[in-house]
T-cell receptor, first 113, second 109 residues
């Protein structure tokens, strides 16, 4: 059973395009996150949603907009893609009041040409 | 400023050669220190959570320990299948996770 799933796995696109990445979790967690992992494997948090409300926005350009239709889904929409947006994007979820870490999706490798 | 530093960046071990990975942190209001394993092309996989100094957790050949300033991930008699990147993260009172840059472990048969 997949806990956190993301689509697509790979995304190759041209500069200036708009794209979306979808994420779903079936763990019943209240909090979901988006992370960007750069070429040096550094994971940096972008957004956090708790019960559909944005609670973190870590100085991410406003070209990135998270959308949460319900607490099991957190999608990431990116406008006007730039070369520097190329990275692996991970969705994750957690239940803050429960002792434990985050559960990560398999990642989406975004390549902007 | 909240910070998480891992060392070494990369570690090569012979099969059976025990060693330790380090995670140093400075964070206000620590709500947990987390260890993850990440295999190439996959998302991080949660291993352990530690909450207070002196706490220890074990899983197979891995043992995580915590002090007030750092955590160690001890690997006893590693096998090639333990090869991966090991990530450390801290969560503070703002419920944010801050990750270190990871240690890439290679275990040679």
């Amino acid at each position: 059973d997949t806990a956190v799933s993301q689509t697509p796995k790979y995304l190759v696109t041209q500069m200036g395009n708009d794209k979306s990445i979808k994420c779903e979790q079936n763990l019943g967690h209240d909090t979901m996150y988006w992370y960007k992992q750069d070429s040096k494997k550094f994971l940096k948090i972008m957004f956090s949603y708790n019960n559909k409300e944005l609670i973190i926005n870590e100085t991410v350009p406003n070209r990135f907009s998270p959308k949460s239709p319900d607490k099991a889904h957190l999608n990431l929409h990116i406008n006007s893609l730039e070369l520097g947006d190329s990275a692996v994007y991970f969705c994750a979820s957690s239940q803050p009041e429960v002792k434990g870490g985050e559960y990560f999706g398999p990642g989406t490798r975004l390549t902007v040409l | 400023e909240d910070q998480v530093t891992q060392s070494p960046e990369a570690l090569r071990l012979q099969e059976g050669e025990s060693s330790s990975l380090n995670c140093s942190y400075t964070v206000s209001g620590l709500r947990g220190l987390f260890w993850y394993r990440q295999d190439p092309g996959k998302g991080p996989e949660f291993l352990f959570t530690l909450y207070s100094a002196g706490e220890e957790k074990e899983k197979e050949r891995l043992k995580a320990t915590l002090t007030k300033k750092e955590s160690f991930l001890h690997i006893t008699a590693p096998k090639p299948e333990d090869s991966a990147t090991y990530l450390c993260a801290v969560r503070h009172t703002g419920n944010q996770f801050y990750f270190g840059t990871g240690t890439s472990l290679t275990v040679i048969p």
